[in-house]
T-cell receptor, first 114, second 111 residues
Framework: EPEVTQTPSHQVTQMGQEVILRCVPI?????FYWYRQILGQKVEFLVS????????KSEIFDDRFSVERPDGSNFTLKIRSTKLEDSAMYFC????????????FGDGTRLSIL | KQEVTQIPAALSVPEGENLVLNCSFT??????LQWFRQDPGKGLTSLLL?????REQTSGRLNASLDKSSGRSTLYIAASQPGDSATYLC??????????FGGGTRLMVKP
């Protein structure tokens, strides 16, 4: 069964550095998402992306965050000037459409900011 | 702003029991509600999606129901097995594409 893949599985970065999290969505999907889950807390929406632009973003997704689909297969989340509070599990998801289509999630990247 | 709550936070049952997990949401203007399973250190596996116009969805031993007017959904697991042990999350989708998640129910099925 097709799946969403994320790399790396664990990323350790010094505070203030930039980090890029990578995702390969399911191949025929058109909608892409990033969520995060801080340890012990709920999964939180960050951003949705369609047709090469952001369609929706949350308050968490401030100007340190950006997303990009650099080619036909990858979808990336970049965080600049990382802070300790950015430490979390970051999940990428994709869906074939909206409305009746489920979102499918990857296994996540655990980001640790030191 | 949508708020999603799951009760209980944790549940331990003997193998073979039928069980019900609860999910409630404050804004009934949802497009759909999705149930997920999360194993430790893993991502979210989609189990069932119920459209706002539907009352229930079934997949194998799983049955999810939706009552929009009361802001509730339940996930029924029949004849539970140790392999069902995981955290179960519900997520509501309102206008737009974002999912709003509950805190999850951590299920342990004892052999």
């Amino acid at each position: 069964e097709p799946e969403v893949t994320q790399t790396p599985s664990h990323q350790v970065t010094q505070m203030g550095q930039e980090v890029i999290l990578r995702c390969v969505p399911i191949s025929n999907h058109l909608y892409f998402y990033w969520y995060r889950q801080i340890l012990g807390q709920k999964v939180e929406f960050l951003v949705s992306f369609y047709n090469n632009e952001i369609s929706e973003k949350s308050e968490i997704f401030d100007d340190r965050f950006s997303v990009e689909r650099p080619d036909g297969s990858n979808f990336t989340l970049k965080i600049r000037s990382t802070k300790l509070e950015d430490s979390a599990m970051y999940f990428c998801a994709s869906s074939a459409g909206t409305g009746s289509q489920p979102q499918h999630f990857g296994d996540g990247t655990r980001l640790s900011i030191l | 702003k949508q708020e999603v709550t799951q009760i209980p936070a944790a549940l331990s049952v003997p193998e073979g029991e039928n069980l019900v997990l609860n999910c409630s949401f404050t804004d009934s203007a949802i497009y759909n509600l999705q149930w997920f399973r999360q194993d430790p250190g893993k991502g979210l596996t989609s189990l069932l999606l119920i459209q706002s116009s539907q009352r229930e969805q079934t997949s194998g031993r799983l049955n999810a129901s939706l009552d929009k007017s009361s802001g509730r959904s339940t996930l029924y697991i029949a004849a539970s097995q140790p392999g069902d042990s995981a955290t179960y999350l519900c997520a509501a989708r309102n206008a737009g594409n974002m999912l709003t998640f509950g805190g999850g129910t951590r299920l342990m099925v004892k052999p």
